[in-house]
């Protein structure tokens, strides 16, 4: 049987490319993986063609605010970004504002950032500090950190509108993996539950709480934000798109789960040869090509004894040079995790890469009032040391629309240029889709089922009613 042709027509989403599978990679490996490694959960879930028209109709994003944004658990900031009393960073979604702030050591809370009497925002956007009170900066009026009401002048003029009716209402705030996230809906579902079991236990074992934020970058992209996010769930377009990784990284026989409607996640092995450069690279070349993730903390050039693999090289020099920079010991930790790129998405607009090699964060925000532009954010996670200090958050680098990622401060520049070459797609198809006569996007069954399980939460959401914040009804006590 032809898989690559799939000739003989197995059923939808049972073929796979005929090469060696992830798990076939991993099992060789010398130190073992866990078992949420070390396992699958691919699911069929269809083949229809997604409708084009949520990308390029500024309708869908309209909904989407009342629907989607209102109603999904996503993650407003790092708990590193606010670790004193007072501490606060605030986060937006469309015109959405939030002022996330610590209110106690282990009390956070999401205050809607709009003043009780005309409706100035408390904080301006983008911004973070420490409150002793937010001060409304139009006539005064004032709230304690906690919410509840502080001052203002000339009381005797709101007898309709007593104090102990003006404490700022909330959203709702859970902590996980080291993220404070929110959700507007008082309905909606716990975020361990919107996560789901299986999809948490994989999430709480990466410890991400123990890394903070090593470099920080925003970019405006030019495309609707689900583009933005859906170029970054498969591997499939990596011999096209970056040449250059092909020849290291098992791009077009990586493996894809779904743990559910809000998560699912990719597992794609790197120092190995692509599926599509099969016989064409030595182990000796894959190791000298490897240029992903930290390549700069390899110095002299390593050759690969007979017999050996580059793969198992790598994982072996990464362990020991990220044992040397954290001072720790990593020897618990499997060839795997040390060295493949582990993609989780927890919808709507979230991407975890807890990998020890490339640790990082991905967030999409659609901008809000232009469906055509998305906020792509990354952030590199580090170890915190293990002597205890806690380091700060990096800032915020801001690109605008024509620089490079490798402009950033902190960037690997290889890995920039990775993310560049992702990007420049982006335009193309957001003007594709715009002039194209067929008004679907096809999905392969399997390497594209991540943006399938996207689209299939996306319609759960769009389905729901609006969700219209009542304040009185989001107020605390
Ligand atoms: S609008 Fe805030 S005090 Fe008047
Ligand atoms: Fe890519």
């Known amino acids: 049987m032809n898989l690559e042709t799939g000739k003989l027509n197995p059923e939808p989403g049972a073929a796979r490319h005929p090469s060696q599978s992830t798990q076939d990679i991993i099992a060789r490996d010398k130190v073992k993986a866990p078992g949420w490694v070390a396992s699958e959960s691919y699911e069929y879930l269809g083949s229809e063609d997604i409708d084009t028209q949520r990308y ?206 809000h998560v699912d996640r990719f597992i794609s092995s790197l120092g190995v040869v692509s599926p599509v450069h099969e016989g064409k690279y030595s182990e000796q070349d894959v190791l000298d090509m490897f240029t992903v993730g930290d390549a700069s903390i390899v110095t002299d050039k390593p050759m690969v004894p007979e017999g050996a693999s580059a793969r198992q090289m790598m994982a072996d020099m990464f362990r020991k040079g990220f044992e040397e920079a954290a001072n720790t010991k990593l020897d ?61 958050a990096a800032d915020p680098v801001h690109l605008t629309h024509g620089q490079s990622f490798c402009e950033a401060e902190g960037m690997d520049a290889g890995f920039g240029g990775i993310l560049d070459q992702d990007t420049d797609n982006l335009i193309l198809q957001q003007e594709g889709l715009e002039a194209s006569a067929k008004h679907g996007l096809t999905l392969g069954n399997y390497q594209e089922v991540r943006v399938r399980n996207f689209n299939r939460a996306y319609d759960k959401f769009m389905a729901m009613e609006p969700f219209v914040p009542d304040w009185k009804k989001l107020q605390r006590g």
């Not at 502080?150 to 309709?160: E, M, S, V």
């Not at 709702?172 to 996230?181: D, Q, S």
């Not at 769930?233 to 020849?247: F, L």
């Open 56 to 261: 390029i109709d500024t309708k869908y994003q309209e909904e989407e605010f009342k629907r989607l944004w209102t109603r999904t658990w996503q993650w407003a900031c790092r708990e590193e970004h606010i670790p004193n009393v007072g501490d606060y960073h605030v986060y937006e979604i469309g015109s959405y504002s939030f002022i996330i702030t610590r209110v106690a050591e282990n009390d956070i809370r999401a205050y809607y950032n709009a003043c009780l009497h005309r409706g100035t925002k408390l904080r301006s956007s983008g911004s973070e500090g420490c409150a002793s009170e937010f001060k409304c900066s139009f006539h005064g009026w004032s709230w304690n950190v906690d919410g509840s009401f502080k001052n203002r002048n000339c009381a005797w003029d709101f007898p309709h509108a007593p104090e102990e009716n003006l404490t700022l209402p909330e959203a709702r705030v859970e902590l996980l993996a080291g993220f404070v996230w929110i959700n507007m809906d008082p309905a909606a579902p716990t975020l361990r539950d919107y996560i789901g079991p299986e999809a948490l236990a994989h999430i709480e074992a990466w410890k991400l709480e123990d890394r903070y934020v090593a470099c920080h970058v925003t970019k405006p992209i030019p495309c609707n934000w689900k583009l933005n996010i859906e170029a970054f769930m498969e591997a499939y377009h990596v011999p096209d798109t970056h040449p250059q990784v092909s020849p290291t990284n098992a791009d077009v026989n990586t493996q894809y789960d779904i743990y559910g409607e």
């Open 332 to 392: 618990h930790i499997s060839d795997s995790e040390i060295l493949d790129c582990f993609s989780y998405g927890v919808f709507p607009n979230c991407f975890l890469f807890p990998g020890i090699s490339l640790p990082m964060i991905y967030r999409f925000r659609p901008s809000p009032r232009n469906h055509r532009e998305s906020i792509y954010e990354v952030l590199m996670m580090r170890p915190k040391p293990t002597d205890g200090t806690a380091p700060e």
